[in-house]
């Protein structure tokens, strides 16, 4: 079955230092991964998404993502955090041409100043 | 640009009462329509997917008698949880999509809470 991991539920970084929020998938089909940042009491917000073609891909906020077929993984990076990057991300996998979306659990990202 | 807004932002109820939540495509067509609830500590669960003249979607453990969903054109959909208790407590969040793009633009959400 088709499933989106996220194996940190918090990560705490310094402000300026690089970042890391991983993700791994189980689909047996060519996924389509997107990243969502949801800021505090706001709804979701589009960073990046990925299809095909380059494995890393660009977003906004300088936020890019690696994908990888051999490690299922889809991990999000960014080379200097902001407090304004302060939030909770989630990965997510579509699956079919509905887009309907499989949703990891979401990692709470801290900046330290 | 695409935008989602949701009505309202933030509701209390009384356990057994309905409520009822809007979402407002703005720019662009909201061909199809997801509903997701996020419950405190989980992640996002699909409710039922609704896409214009054609039947609406529900997953498993959703069902159309609790949370009926109205979807009359290309930039409204509405979505009523009735008999809300304890459990259906959290941020309904909508999901809108044009067709033949592949991107969900998503709204603030609705918050709901059962008293």
């Known amino acids: 079955a088709q499933s989106v991991t996220q194996p940190d539920a918090r990560v705490t970084v310094s402000e300026g230092a690089s970042l890391q929020l991983r993700c791994k998938y189980s689909?047996?089909?060519?996924?389509?991964l997107f990243w969502y940042v949801q800021y505090p009491r706001q709804g979701l917000q589009l960073l990046l998404k990925?299809?095909?073609?380059d494995p890393v891909v660009q977003g906004v906020n300088s936020f890019e993502a690696e994908f990888s077929k051999s490690n299922s993984s889809f991990h999000l990076q960014k080379a200097s955090v902001h407090w304004s990057d302060s939030a909770v991300y989630f990965c997510?996998?579509?699956?079919?041409?509905?887009?309907?979306?499989?949703w990891g659990s979401g990692t709470k990202l801290i900046i330290k100043p | 640009g695409a935008l989602v807004y949701q009505y309202p932002r933030r509701t209390i109820c009384k356990s057994g009462t309905s409520m009822r939540m809007e979402c407002q495509a703005v720019g662009f067509q909201a061909t199809s329509v997801a509903w997701y609830r996020q419950s405190p500590q989980k992640t996002f669960e699909l409710i039922a997917l609704s896409t214009v003249n054609s039947a609406i979607k529900y997953e498993q453990n959703f069902t159309q008698e609790k949370f009926p969903i109205s979807h009359p054109n290309l930039s409204f959909s509405s979505m009523t949880v009735l008999n809300a208790y304890l459990e259906d407590r959290g941020l309904y969040l909508c999901g809108a999509r044009e067709g033949g793009q592949d991107t969900q633009y998503f709204g603030p959400g609705t918050r709901l809470l059962v008293l």
């Open positions: 689909y047996s089909a060519t996924p389509y």
């Open positions: 990925y299809y095909s073609g």
């Open positions: 997510a996998l579509s699956i079919n041409s509905n887009y309907q979306l499989i």
